[in-house]
């Protein structure tokens, strides 16, 4: 069983930055695939970003690519996003997910087993 804990969200303005974390509870954090999904209100959760615990292998949706980096500290069992250059079409709810599978579909949500609460993300024009 892991537990997910995100914190970080918050309002800011278009081209702010803004770092999100993740921690996760369990010994084998290094051993899962770790995505962040973002929901906006009256859409699907689409896929964000994610990391391949095996390869350390990094994915990006198109819209974020140059702009968000995710990036994973084992020691700290904690994986975070760094967004920079916010623009208010990312204001979503943002969630971390762990996978335990390795050969998945990084991008998509059933590659997952477990998810955190989620934390909100707005930004204002």
């Known amino acids: 069983q892991v537990q997910l804990v995100e914190s970080g969200g918050g309002l800011v303005q278009a081209g702010d930055s803004l770092r999100l974390s993740c921690a996760a509870s369990g010994r084998t954090f290094s051993s899962y695939n770790m995505g962040w999904f973002r929901q906006a209100p009256g859409k699907e959760r689409e896929f964000v970003t994610g990391?391949?615990?095996?390869?350390?292998?990094?994915y990006y949706e198109d819209s974020v690519k140059g702009r968000f980096t995710i990036v994973r500290d084992n020691a700290k069992n904690t994986v975070y996003l760094q967004m920079n250059s916010l623009k208010p079409e990312d204001t979503a709810v943002y969630y971390c997910a762990a996978g335990s599978r390795s050969i998945v579909p990084i991008r998509q949500l059933s590659s997952y087993d477990y998810w955190g609460q989620g934390t909100q993300v707005t930004v204002s024009s």
């Open positions: 990391i391949r615990w095996s390869s350390g292998n990094t």
